[in-house]
């Protein structure tokens, strides 16, 4: 062979080795398994459908669900879809693949059932006072008791607020009818029930605190400014702020009128008409409805120690172009 023709022939070998190299680039050598995030946990109320946004360095995976049960994933659409029930809880694994190996992440997700929304109407119907500032609250799912006195038959609370410590607001003996294992005790530290309970939590004012992951208590001043014998504001006493099933309403506690009151908005409010240890006197109360820019009055903590039907009868025609005032009746 000539060395013309064998050179020839070694230029085209050459040129199909580096056709070869231009055609087909070499993969992306991997140094580790991809770098991956399932988010943070998420809790829903009355929500049974999620957007999941799982990352990864490769950007690409699979969810799956490791924990919980009739839910669905449909990987299939972007974001992926998941679907539950209310009032399960789930948890889900992103999971990530390259050629170096696997790598997964999960995060927890809640679907609360609270139950349907209530007008304020509805929940106002729902509130049933028993004595004080003793009131039953019915939810559409879960029930709330503040301050329990004079419990005569038993029950099962979901939640118990108590406001202080005083023997007419705090009563270990009534709180032991209606607590069960399952139930939520908050009140302030010098609350000490060592009965059966599911959870106790203590708040001081400007604490919060979700419950059954739907129902939200802030706890607000309750003190007084002109008879400070009784409820020093020191005391870090309070009254609450709860929101229910759509509705807040606010239970004072025993307090007088206070700057802080107008910092409050509420739909409903209990309102203490003594004169003797809370309010200075019942147009105080009637001011601390406006304060609070109620759309509803409750007048509460008369005709035991303190206070009359006649002086709710006063709070009622004070406040009669502002708002609605409903009187309840005494008694479970």
Known sequence: MSMKKLLLILLALASIVISRCTDEPDE?????????????DTTLVNVTTLKLNGTSSVDKGTWTIEDGEGGVVDNTKNPVEFSG?????YTLKWESTNTCGTSSDTNTVSLVDAGADMTVDQLVSNIHWIQQSAFRIEGSKYKIYTDPINISNTDEADIILITHPHGDHFSPDNIAKIATSKTILIAPAECNYTGTIGKRITLIPGGEYTAFGSIKIKAVPAYNIVKTQYHPRSNNWVGYVVTLNGVTFYQAGDTERVPEMKNITTDIAMLSLGQTYTYESVADAAAVAKDVKAKVAIPMHFGLYEGTEADALTFKSLLENEMKVVIKIKGQ
């Open 28 to 40: 992306p050598v991997c140094t580790a398994p991809p770098e991956v995030s399932a988010g943070n």
């Open 85 to 89: 029930v209310l009032g399960k809880t």
